[in-house]
């Protein structure tokens, strides 16, 4: 869903976490406790990797 989000919108948030599909499986609460800490730095080389 990430992967996604980012083709669409170069670019992913914390915040777009809370809408939908995220929201449907847990938002950005589920995605933190998944991930803990690491979710900044995760979204971050995602965003790169992806919308380049």
Known sequence: MMR???A???A???EDLEY???S???GAY???RLFGVEL????R???EALAA
């Open 4 to 6: 996604d989000h980012i």
């Open 8 to 10: 669409a919108s170069l």
């Open 12 to 14: 992913i948030e914390e």
């Open 20 to 22: 939908i599909p995220f």
């Open 24 to 26: 449907a499986r847990g």
């Open 30 to 32: 589920r995605a933190r």
């Open 40 to 43: 900044d730095e995760l979204m």
């Open 45 to 47: 080389e995602l965003t």
